[in-house]
């Protein structure tokens, strides 16, 4: 019988990666329409209104499922985990308090008037409004990624009978790994937001949609793509090391390692077995694990073994890692390969459009992928080293958790479906709009 | 550091204050999802266009009262959020279901156009009717048994047509000519059903409470409050006549009068309802001194509240500013 320790879990891990999936969008599509809005009133023209009011829309969707899976995260914490507020609440609570008030508010006000305000409120009150609704969202990922951080890298509090105070609130929110988690997740959702931008752009142009708007955001996305797409491989690196120091039995389980070891090779591929303590069908590079994390070629990285009961699960950190890793580099492939055609020919051939539209989402499975990583390899505690996940969890019978979990199920799935569909569908909408229909073409201009 | 006797007041009251705009916002913006005609799409556009520009904030007021129970007073949020584990299962059903109906009703294909709508409006009654099933419970200290759970179920119904009549209130402010006479009728309905339910609830309330019953009829200080039940059933008698004649109104002019009164009488109840069980956050059980977090956190996030709670006031009413007067046919972005 599954217990409700392991039902509360899986709800959990359900509801935030579903949650997740519509922040890491919108935080950066947020600013590709500040983009998008401030080129229409430096230049004037439609082509940028155009490409504005089709990203728009997608927004809105969105942000609106952004926000219903987020009224159920914070009702989370007290149906499913009441322990986590009682012994770490002093600490979350303030964090979490002032997400909402410096930025969901800010958002979701200014969001009205950015989406149907823009006929009522000067030009210029609409483009603030948009770009407070950008820095809204962007607020709202330091404050949940701050707490996330202080999660992984706890400091600054002190334990009196098993509850956390603060002790330093500038140490708790700038905790050892916070600057490299939100930088990390910044540009998750730059590259997830460039490659959607790009997907759907390119599948409009393959349905032969022979306005502007498509092709300018094709390249404004691949521009972004890549120029984030490497640059995220190195803060990942830097992301990894910072790991390294502070969570070595994460990066033990990302890396496979289960005897410490000096000279560690990288595997490209194994299949852990955590009974035989050992990995199957190894696929190594030698040495270049320790070059990576110690810079140094016979640098020593300690194994799982030395964190017996302490460690994560190891298969989904380690594969998961690979998801990431993998697509990471495919996208960088992509990206640059595409960015370098335009430069050349100034369009894509079909062959090209058509990986882009295949890669539509796979910003999300690499953050995802990503976040797996990081939340598993916390595992078994809650704040690592800690306090643990099954001192935290509710008293609710464990039939009820089920019929809960059952039902998001069913309906995440059901809205998942839904919002792929109706994206391409827009796109295709789109397509059949008559170029000077939204804004009559200037005089003079062949086309916009 | 602020005293804990400071803070829990503070933050009862902040709370208190976050679930009353919720009540009130989201109430309208509900209360047009309960009322959408299946029948009639241009009606139920511009109903729903009515509410576009605002509904995204006023479901925040939900987060930050939930939030504040979270943050201020975590032993009652987990001793509350755990007895009412099933029926905020389901609220969040509904809000999700209302949620993305409203965007997905005006962008997927039109064959699946119907079914948001009945989403929307599906999603707007379960979750109304959750809030006012869990309010019941509330009332009755979470206790299990059938009678409390029947109370409930009627707290539920009352909260359905307490949404009704604020979202119809709102539509009387908000539209025009048809429509807006459907309003007035709904209102005026509406307005009835939820003066039975205020009479049941302030009867049952002290009836089954006994400390409910000591604080309205026991001290020196309830009898200076017990016009408040009076006022409040003055209320409702002035919105009836002031709807059973109406005259229609294509402009503002004086079409916001049965908001403004919904509003005043959402204000006397949950006055009400919070002078019953003052100061307990949990009936019966709980106090807010006795569930209030570590005093220094509390304290960092008051400067945090101090600022930027004014700023929330001040933008929420620009953006109200922004789109005041009758709703114009939906111009989508």
């Known amino acids: 019988m599954l217990d409700t320790l392991l039902l509360s879990r899986i709800q959990f891990a359900t509801n935030i990666s579903f949650h997740i999936l519509f922040p890491t969008i919108s935080i950066a599509l947020a600013w590709f329409l500040v983009f998008f809005k401030v080129r229409y009133v430096q230049t004037n023209q439609p082509v940028w209104l155009r490409a504005y009011r089709f990203w728009v829309k997608i927004f809105a969707l969105t942000f609106a499922l952004g926000v219903v899976s987020g009224i159920t995260m914070s009702f989370q914490f007290g149906t499913n985990w009441p322990g986590f507020m009682e012994r770490i609440g002093n600490i979350a609570g303030p964090l979490l308090g002032y997400e909402v008030l410096t930025a969901f508010f800010m958002e979701a006000t200014f969001l009205g008037v950015m989406l149907f305000g823009m006929k009522r409120v000067s030009p210029a009150v609409h483009t603030f409004s948009t770009i407070v609704v950008a820095i809204g969202t962007s607020i709202s990922a330091f404050w949940i990624l701050s707490l996330n951080s202080w999660m992984q890298t706890p400091v600054g509090y002190e334990i009196i009978d098993g509850v956390f105070y603060p002790k330093d609130w500038f140490a708790i929110i700038f905790n050892p790994s916070f600057g490299y988690r939100l930088s990390h997740m910044l540009l998750a959702s730059g590259i997830t937001a460039s490659f959607l931008v790009a997907g759907i752009s390119a599948y409009r142009l393959l349905k032969d949609d022979h306005k502007h708007a498509p092709k300018l955001t094709l390249k404004v996305a691949l521009t972004v793509a890549v120029i984030l797409t490497p640059l995220q491989a190195f803060v990942g690196d830097l992301h990894g090391l910072n790991t390294f120091e502070h969570q070595p039995q994460k990066v033990a389980a990302m890396e496979g390692v289960w005897e410490t070891e000096k000279g560690a090779p990288l595997l490209l591929f194994a299949i852990p077995d955590e009974e035989a303590r050992a990995n199957h069908f190894e696929l190594a590079i030698p040495n270049l694990a320790s070059l990576i994390l110690t810079h140094e070629l016979d640098g020593e990285i300690k194994g799982l073994n030395e964190f017996k009961g302490e460690h994560p699960p190891v298969k989904p950190v380690f594969y998961g890692f690979r998801v990431m890793v993998g697509l990471g580099l495919l996208m960088i492939l992509i990206s640059v390969v595409a960015r370098f055609t335009l430069f050349k020919t100034g369009e894509l051939p079909r062959w090209q459009l058509k990986a882009l539209v295949v890669m539509t989402f796979s910003g999300w499975i690499a953050t995802l992928a990503g976040w797996y990583v990081t939340e598993i390899g916390r595992q078994p505690y809650m704040v690592q080293g800690l306090v643990k996940i099954e001192e935290l969890v509710t008293q609710v019978p464990s039939e009820h958790v089920l019929y809960t979990l059952i039902g998001y199920i069913c309906i995440y799935a059901l809205l998942l479906a839904a919002y792929i569909k109706t994206l391409f569908y827009t796109a295709d909408k789109s397509v059949e709009v008559e170029e000077y229909e939204l804004n009559p073409p200037m005089r003079g201009e062949q086309h916009a | ?333």
């Open chain 2, 1 to 333: 550091m602020l005293s804990t006797e400071f803070l829990a007041q503070f933050y009862g009251a902040l709370m208190a204050l976050a679930i009353l705009v919720y009540a009130i916002l989201d109430g309208y913006d509900l209360g047009v999802g309960i009322l959408l005609p299946p029948d009639n799409k241009e009606q139920a556009d511009t109903m729903i266009a009515s509410i576009g520009p605002f509904w995204d904030a006023n479901e925040t007021w939900l987060v930050l009262a939930v939030g504040l129970a979270l943050i201020a007073f975590p032993l009652a949020h987990s001793v509350i959020l755990q007895a009412l584990y099933l029926p905020v299962a389901l609220m969040l059903l509904g809000l999700i279901l209302r949620g993305v109906a409203f965007d997905f009703r005006a962008k997927a294909k039109t064959k699946y156009q119907d079914a948001w709508d009945i989403s929307f409006k599906l999603g707007s009654v379960i979750t109304a009717f959750s809030q006012g099933f869990m309010l019941g419970l509330y009332v009755m200290s979470f206790d299990s048994s059938l009678e409390s759970y029947a109370f409930a179920i009627l707290s539920g119904i009352g909260v359905v047509s307490a949404y009704g009549l604020i979202g119809s209130a709102w539509l009387v402010m908000k539209t025009t000519d048809s429509l807006q006479a459907k309003a007035v009728a709904w209102c005026r309905k509406f307005n009835l059903v939820a003066l039975l339910g205020v009479v049941a609830v302030s009867i049952i309330n002290p009836l089954i409470n006994d400390f409910v019953a000591d604080k309205w009829f026991g001290d020196e200080l309830s009898t200076l409050l017990l016009p408040v039940p009076f006022a409040c059933i003055a209320l409702f008698i002035y919105q009836d006549r002031l709807l059973a004649n109406y005259k229609m109104q294509q402009s503002i002019g004086s079409s916001w009068k049965p908001f403004a009164i919904t509003t005043l009488i959402f204000l006397l109840c949950f006055f009400g309802l919070l002078y019953s069980f003052y100061p307990y956050v949990v009936p019966n059980q709980l106090t807010i001194y006795e569930s209030l977090a570590d005093a220094s956190a509390l304290t960092f996030m008051m400067y945090g509240v101090v600022l930027v709670v004014p700023a929330i006031i001040g933008y929420t009413i620009f953006s109200y500013r922004v789109f005041w007067g009758k709703t114009e046919a939906l111009s989508y972005y």
